[in-house]
């Protein structure tokens, strides 16, 4: 099956910018997914990028996806206190690989 | 459009019982899928529900059983809780064919004692 991996913790100030990393396994995914889970809630799904793009941009978010080495990445600009979170990625079709999560903790 | 709900959202139940959660997903979704997410394991899937049938099915006991409904709620059911069932129970809707974009409900929360 899908291994998609994630480093545990991540830690930034306030206004700087966030990148979090994800790496997979199954080169045949077709939409790369990011969620983000704020304590006690389900998981917000926040943008995706389809396999066959490199960049995708969404207001302060920023995806990168590198599909040679199955590596994608979620960069947050002007990072915010209420940015704090869980963040997932998710590759996947048919059936989604969550990754172990990302814990961002934005200093003030 | 009202978001995912799902019911009952705490639950304490002791080893050996069995439990029903229920999901109800956005309106005109028939994707439902459900997750197990714990500290140790992080999230994993359950199973996912299309048009009433199972379509794909993740590493789980039989004891972990579901079904949805031809107006696309879906339960699932845990029977003989082991004390390792103790999780957030997740459950997501998808507007599309496939589960690939999900809306996520709050959760129930399981505990087993």
């Known amino acids: 099956g899908e291994d998609v991996e994630q480093s545990l913790f991540l830690s930034v100030r306030e206004g700087d910018s966030s990148v979090i990393n994800c790496t997979y396994t199954?080169?045949?995914?077709?939409?790369l997914y990011w969620y983000k889970q704020e304590p006690g809630a389900g998981l917000q799904l926040l943008t995706y990028?389809?396999?066959?793009?490199d960049m995708k941009q969404d207001q302060r978010l920023t995806v990168l996806l590198n599909k040679k080495d199955k590596h994608l990445s979620l960069r947050i600009a002007d990072t915010q206190t209420g940015d704090s979170a869980i963040y997932f990625c998710?590759?996947?079709?048919?059936?989604?690989?969550f990754g172990t999560g990302t814990k961002l903790q934005v200093i003030p | 459009k009202a978001g995912v709900t799902q019911t009952p959202r705490y639950l304490i139940k002791t080893r050996g019982q069995q439990v029903t959660l229920s999901c109800s997903p956005i309106?005109?979704?028939?994707?439902v899928s459900w997750y197990q997410q714990t500290p140790g394991q992080g999230l994993q899937f359950l199973f996912e529900?299309?048009?009433?049938?199972?379509?794909n099915k993740g590493n789980f006991p039989g004891r972990f059983s579901g079904r949805q409904f031809s107006n696309s709620r879906s339960e699932m059911n845990v029977s003989t809780l082991e004390l390792g069932d103790s999780a957030l129970y997740l459950c997501?809707?998808?507007?599309?064919?496939?589960?690939?974009?999900?809306?996520f409900g709050p959760g129930t929360r399981l505990t087993v004692t």
């Open positions: 199954d080169s045949s995914s077709t939409y």
């Open positions: 990028i389809f396999s066959n793009m």
């Open positions: 997501a809707s998808s507007p599309a064919g496939t589960a690939a974009e999900q809306y």
């Open positions: 998710a590759p996947g079709y048919q059936k989604v690989t």
């Open positions: 529900y299309f048009s009433e049938t199972q379509r």
């Open positions: 309106s005109g979704h028939r994707s």
